[in-house]
T-cell receptor
Framework: GQQLNQSPQSMFIQEGEDVSMNCTSSSIFNTWLWYKQDPGEGPVLLIALYKAGELTSNGRLTAQFGITRKDSFLNISASIPSDVGIYFCAAPDKYSTLTFGKGTMLLVSP | GAVVSQHPSRVICKSGTSVKIECRSLDFQATTMFWYRQFPKKSLMLMATSNEGSKATYEQGVEKDKFLINHASLTLSTLTVTSAHPEDSSFYIC?????????????????FGPGTRLTVL
């Protein structure tokens, strides 16, 4: 099946720093989704991308749909302690079933 | 909008009993709901896709007689773990996709419930 290679696996940063994570695949997708999961909770949709080259922001979060349609990245600017969690990229296959990346665990120290 | 609830949030049961988990879309209609299982520090693993009014489609390796799924209405799907064993202990999460045209941009967006932590003793 299709795989999404998400990196980095984890990040430990200080409050105020910017963060960048990305997902790549050998397959082409028409949609990229970015989710955040807090411990013991379900994932929450942060940003949805529908068009190659598209750059979309949601507060301090910015995500881009790669021009080749095989990758996407998520940036978080000026991180704060509540940004802690696991971030997942996801993309739908031709049956609209989501494939998820393995996640990036973000830890922010005050 | 796009709120999905799950009940219960936590359940502890004895080995051999059955457990039912409910997933509801609160403010939208969902023709399709999905059931995932998540192990600690791992990504989400799709178990089955549930379409309203029809039989669920199970992923390879998931026993349909073990994990019974019913999607009786556009806002409710249930997952029943039958004859639960300790190895079934896990975090179960449902998601719902809003009823819309397959060509709509938002068609592929899934909204997740808060999850159910199942512990089988």
């Amino acid at each position: 099946g299709q795989q999404l290679n998400q990196s980095p696996q984890s990040m430990f940063i200080q409050e105020g720093e910017d963060v960048s994570m990305n997902c790549t695949s050998s397959s082409i997708f028409n949609t990229w989704l970015w989710y955040k999961q807090d411990p013991g909770e379900g994932p929450v949709l942060l940003i949805a991308l529908y068009k190659a080259g598209e750059l979309t922001s949601n507060g301090r979060l910015t995500a881009q749909f790669g021009i080749t349609r095989k990758d996407s990245f998520l940036n978080i600017s000026a991180s704060i302690p509540s940004d802690v969690g696991i971030y997942f990229c996801a993309a739908p296959d031709k049956y609209s079933t989501l494939t998820f990346g393995k996640g990036t665990m973000l830890l922010v120290s005050p | 909008g796009a709120v999905v609830s799950q009940h219960p949030s936590r359940v502890i049961c004895k080995s051999g009993t059955s457990v039912k988990i409910e997933c509801r879309s609160l403010d939208f209609q969902a023709t399709t709901m999905f059931w995932y299982r998540q192990f600690p520090k791992k990504s989400l693993m799709l178990m089955a896709t549930s379409n309203e009014g029809s039989k669920a489609t199970y992923e390879q390796g998931v026993e349909k007689d073990k994990f019974l799924i019913n999607h009786a209405s556009l806002t409710l799907s249930t997952l029943t773990v039958t004859s639960a064993h300790p190895e079934d202990s896990s975090f179960y999460i449902c998601s719902a996709r809003e009823r819309t045209s397959g060509r709509a941009l938002r068609y592929n967006e899934q909204f997740f419930g808060p999850g159910t932590r199942l512990t089988v003793l």
